[in-house]
């Protein structure tokens, strides 16, 4: 059944072009005239998004060049907070369904789900909805506390987990020490670390296991 005629912009975005082709015949089937765009990497996703910042819907592969596991889809969710991402993964961890929702995406897919569900998981997340997980349960969680960092915070962030000291941050990013220097310390407050090694660790625990 198709859309209302509405035209819809989706983003689909997965290093598989069998993967992209059947993510794209399912939104082609479901939503009637709607505009698809394609992207294979994290560098390309941020293209897309340039270019068409009134993107309806990001389909999101985690396992994808540049993502880094999910500090991307955290990189992502702080540069365009307006839209709506749903994970499509192969991942079957349930805690990595936990995190991503910590982390502000809509809703969780998993990618042997039938063509059916996922325009129907599609559909709920135009209306409004955010599909939380079942397993999702009330607390804290760092990827919670990681959720409040700003975009340049998580940059700063993902280039202290490559090892970078504050000099090559500063050079990096084309801002000054003292800069990076307040950036880390406001990271290590709203993370609730004591340092710099501790939120490495932590950050590091946002990066997905291997599949199996």
């Known amino acids: 059944m198709a859309d209302a005629p509405a035209t819809r912009a989706f983003l689909i975005a997965d290093d598989h072009p069998m993967v992209r082709d059947a993510l794209k015949a399912a939104l ?4 009637e005239s709607a ?12 293209a897309a998004l340039d270019r068409q910042p009134e993107t309806d819907a990001l ?3 985690l396992d994808m060049p540049g993502m880094e596991g999910l500090t991307g889809l955290a990189l992502l969710r702080s540069d365009w907070p307006t839209v709506p991402i749903i994970v499509v993964s192969a991942a079957r961890d349930a805690s990595i369904a936990r995190r991503t929702h910590d982390l502000g995406a809509s809703a969780y897919i998993d990618k042997s789900a039938s063509l059916e569900k996922i325009a129907a998981t599609v559909h709920a997340v135009l209306n409004g909805e955010i599909l939380a997980p079942p397993e999702v349960a009330p607390g804290d969680s760092f990827a919670q506390r990681a959720s409040q960092l700003t975009p340049q915070q998580w940059r700063v962030l993902s280039l202290m987990v490559q090892g970078d000291q504050n000099t090559q941050i500063a050079y990096k990013l084309g801002v000054g020490e003292v800069t990076v220097k ?5 990271i290590l407050r709203k993370l609730g670390v004591r340092s710099r090694t ?5 950050a590091r625990g946002l990066a997905l296991p291997p599949l199996q």
């Open 198 to 202: 501790q939120a490495v660790i932590e």
């Open 182 to 186: 307040a950036h880390v310390t406001v």
């Open 59 to 61: 389909l999101l592969d």
């Open 28 to 31: 082609g089937q479901a939503f």
């Open 35 to 46: 505009t698809i765009a394609l992207a294979g990497t994290l560098a390309e996703v941020q």
